[in-house]
């Protein structure tokens, strides 16, 4: 089981540096310097698999298509996306970056509405189907908001300050922060633990392990901010020198939560893991959970921090 959770995050983390090496050389490239548009692409390909994910875990309920799901989210994306598309954006679009988020969720809600409207029949069918519509739109609408809590606020790191390579740091810092936290609170969990954190939503996390989780999460910020930032990526990360124990304590806690919620969403679905495409892993859903309610928490560090 290990040895297969190392050797899926090794993959991961090999396929995400190459990654954004390229949307890196494509932000500085002549002729295009649009940082973020390779990194935009791989967002809406994990969203619309998230969707699928999402399909799964009520599949035998009352739900959308999983095809009109994957299509309302990779139509929000490419509403999130939609300021890649400008060179310079302008500073004074009353819009502004985040609030096409908004429109992409609204997009995606809209479709599904204009779906149920199409397919709508003029009655009920029977007691049993009362208020089926309005159940088949809300997971719909869950859905594409979780989904956008994370690809909405992960993709404005890219353009931090307008400046390329801090927008890759400030990926790297998010990512590194969680996924370093993931790992101390497993390795602390398994060796130390013995006091459960939340047996009724994820009997197996622990109290030892949730304190390596904020150790790893502020050792990996550190970890970022002055030794991988400065010395490979040649950036220096414009914060009070403070600001790597808060951001790392407030990001940690936030991707607690996120795991924690997944789980709940996968108490309610009966299921253990989102899907098993990676091994020792488990599915998109499952890779992301930390993230999902990270990135919005490490957006607003950057932008008050």
């Known amino acids: 089981m290990l040895g297969r959770r190392l050797a899926s995050a090794a993959v991961l983390i090999t396929t995400m540096i190459a990654l954004l090496y390229f949307d890196y050389w494509l932000g500085n490239a002549p002729g295009f310097q649009r940082p973020g548009v390779l990194l935009a692409i791989l967002c809406t390909v994990i969203a619309t698999a998230a969707a699928d994910e999402f399909w799964r875990l009520w599949k035998s309920g009352n739900v959308h298509p999983s095809w009109l799901m994957m299509s309302g989210a990779a139509f929000m994306l490419l509403l999130c996306n939609f300021p890649l598309l400008y060179k310079d954006y302008p500073a004074d679009c009353p819009i502004g970056k985040l609030g096409w988020v908004l429109f992409g969720v609204a997009g995606a809600v809209l479709t599904v509405f204009v779906y149920e409207m199409f397919r709508f029949e003029g009655k ?182």
């Open 124 to 305: 009920v069918d029977s007691a049993e189907n009362h208020s089926a519509i309005a159940e088949r739109i809300g997971r719909s609408t869950l859905a594409f908001v979780y989904i956008a809590m994370l690809f909405g606020f992960v993709l404005p790191h890219r353009q931090i300050q307008g400046n390329n390579m801090l927008g890759v740091a400030a990926i790297v810092l998010i990512i590194t922060t969680v996924k370093l936290s993931d790992s101390f609170a497993y390795f602390a969990g398994k060796s130390l633990g013995s006091r459960k954190l939340a047996p009724k939503l994820s009997p197996k996390k622990t109290v030892e392990g949730g304190v390596g989780a904020v150790i790893g999460g502020v050792v990996g910020a550190a970890i970022v901010v002055f030794i991988a930032a400065p010395l490979i990526m040649g950036v220096t990360v414009p914060k009070p020198w403070w600001w790597f124990i808060v951001y790392g304590l407030a990001v940690t806690a936030a991707g607690m939560l996120g795991d924690l919620a997944e789980s709940l969403l996968k108490r309610d679905a009966q299921i253990k893991d989102s899907s098993s495409w990676l091994p020792g892993l488990g599915g998109i859903l499952d890779v992301i959970d930390s993230l999902v309610f990270a990135a919005p928490v490490s957006y607003a560090m950057w932008m008050i921090g």
